[in-house]
């Protein structure tokens, strides 16, 4: 385990995280890196964790594990009861479970719907919930983090990811909510869109370079935002891409058409047709064959 100086501002010492989807990938990475900056981390998957805690202790590094259904109402109660068994308070959460149920929206039905919203909002919701209520009743302190894991489907859209997507986008809105409403409390709350090969993105890689795009640089940027050094940011979504950092705004205009005079079908007609003025197309998604490649910029 890293020891820190007198001050390091990406120590964790004396905290406790939480990490889900912590079994494998991103959350495996992640709950790597924050242990190694000092933190107790609570590996939260529906599978089994215990090899990680392993190897996180083998390093000399403080881990436990909680293997269970995000999903299931009072789980989130559970995970944080979990996460107190370290003797630390709980003061980052990594919500990073996710799942994917590709379809087109024709072939979409209300299981697969239900299964992606579930774990990739309902659950990182309750968990968000059950720590700020926790956080409420405590005196303000500094340190207290919720990292949340958007995706780029949820940025711009994706074909064949209507569930996933608004999951994600609702993820990310909700990130940009509780920064608002945590703030007074001390807490900072950021989400990460990430771009990295793990076992539940890999078709979507194909035969791109397995180095190109590792979790570990997610997890560097997680760390960042978990320790001292986050300590200013709140209400921030980060896009991380092998190499590449993008800090992404909200929906913004792009041109503007006004109409003082009455409205009416064929005033409408001329006026907002100044909204697309200059523009080679209305609106033409990228596929997320180009966002992967780097050839969709956003």
Sequence with gaps: ???PGPYDEFDLTGHAC???GAAQGIGAAEARLLARRGAAVLCAD???TGPLVEEIRDEGGIALSWQGDLTERG???DVLAAAEGSGRPVSVLVNN???VRDRMVFNLDDADWDAVLAVNLTAPFRLCRALARHWRGQPRRAGRRIINTSSESGLYGNAGQ???AAAKAGLATLTLTLA?????????????APRARTPMSEAAFGTLPGGALPPDRVAALVAWLAGPSGEDVTGQVF???????RRMRTWSPVRAARQPEEWSPETSKRFLAELFDGDATRHEPAPISALFTGEATG
């Design 1 to 3: 385990m890293i020891s």
């Design 18 to 20: 939480v990490v889900t």
């Design 46 to 48: 529906l599978a089994d």
């Design 75 to 77: 789980a989130a109660e």
């Design 97 to 99: 479970a996710g799942i």
């Design 162 to 164: 209507s569930n996933y």
């Design 180 to 192: 608002a409403e945590l703030s007074r409390y001390g807490v900072r709350v950021n989400a990460i």
């Design 239 to 245: 896009v991380v891409a092998g190499d590449t950092v």
